[in-house]
């Protein structure tokens, strides 16, 4: 008895190890995950910009700025009156200086008032200078222009501009000023230095200080309250100067004499704003409309007087007969301008070879060369001499073309005569 054998069982498959080294697998893994790479790598290096940037945020490169540790800046003189107990703030527009005059109280607040570029209008200048003094508070302007000296203190006047000095004594009995005792502003660095020339002012009032030779004007001046102060000489407050003389002295009294100081720095948000735009015809010079009209009534002239005139249409029948002369003699002048000298001697040439085959009575789809054998035999002259006239190279130049031409006229003629 045969016993059938049972099938083959199936065996299962057998998974072997990867055996691509470390390296290979971490080089697929980065191909593939390229894209998010570059997104994480990208994330990052913005992420560190920006911090960078958020921390130079907190840093001002203006003159005068508190904020601004360069040597034009005040941010030695603002550190140090914070350490002695003096709230410094820095405010950049009249609105947010009044209104903190207003917040701090009583007579507990001094303001630092700076315009560079003059943009605050007297009446805004009279307008602080009012709040000041209704707080009871003490109001140090470094150098004002001369109509906003006037509107801070009727009794301070500007007087013009001193060249630099080394080293300026106070001269007068003000408190302040005596506790200074000579200024050294330390002009011609600043102005090398700042983005803007600083010269220095003088002033007159109640109380005048400083004054450099016989004059009477100084750098430094009071009212007669001597809450309002006009300082001419920015360069005794910036961090470069802040150690000279009686620099520190003389900035440290005025600055902290109350425990609430306003960094006033004049900006482009005191500039009012128009209570509507102005239309386009009031931003449209006056004379923009007359130079206008005459240049298009200038145009339309010279349209008239150049233009061209189109006579009456003709009519034509059709179709038109033209001559078989026209349209060689227009063909042979396109051919001319455009100084086609190969293209006409072909069709000179391709002419006389169906004319010869015509003459000859080879039909007009013979043969060059056969024509050429038959027109040497007719004519008597060499085969080698009608072949290079018939089929030979073609002429470069208008006069070898007017050369062949009458030759090919002549050899017309011969077969004819035969």
Known sequence: ????????????????????????????????????????????VLSILGLILANAGNQSTGT??????????????AEVLRQQGVNVTATDSLASTT?????????????????????????????????????????????????????????????GTVKATESVAAGCANLDAAAAGTLDGGSPALGALAPVSLPINLYKGAQTCFIAGSGTAGQLAFNSTGEVAALGNPGVVINQNLANGGNAALVFRLLGGKPNLLWYTVSVKDIPVAEKAPSLAELTPDWIFPASSWLLLTAVLGMLWKGRRNGPLVTEPLPVIVRASETLTGRARLYQDARAVGTASHTLRRATLTRLAHALRLGVTADPAAVVDAT????????????????????????????MAVALTALEEEVAQR
């Open 99 to 159: 209104e903190a005059v207003t917040a701090n109280g009583i007579g507990t607040s001094t303001v630092l008032f700076y315009d560079p570029h003059n943009l605050l209008s007297p009446d805004q200048a009279a307008e602080l200078s009012g709040t000041v003094q209704d707080a009871r508070g003490s109001l140090v302007a470094i150098s004002p222009a001369p109509l906003t000296a006037v509107r801070l203190s009727p009794e301070l006047a500007s007087a």
């Open 64 to 77: 005068l700025s508190i904020t601004n540790p360069a040597p034009v800046g005040a941010r030695a003189a």
């Open 376 to 403: 040497a035999a007719a004519t008597g002259r060499s085969q080698l001499h009608v072949h290079d006239l018939l089929l030979g190279p073609e002429p470069r130049t208008e006069q070898e073309m007017l050369s």
């Open 1 to 44: 008895m045969t016993t059938a054998s049972s099938p083959p069982t199936p065996q299962a498959p057998v998974f072997r190890a990867d055996q691509a080294s470390t390296s290979q697998r971490v080089g697929r893994v980065l191909r593939k995950g390229r894209f998010w790479l570059i997104c994480l790598a990208v994330f990052v």
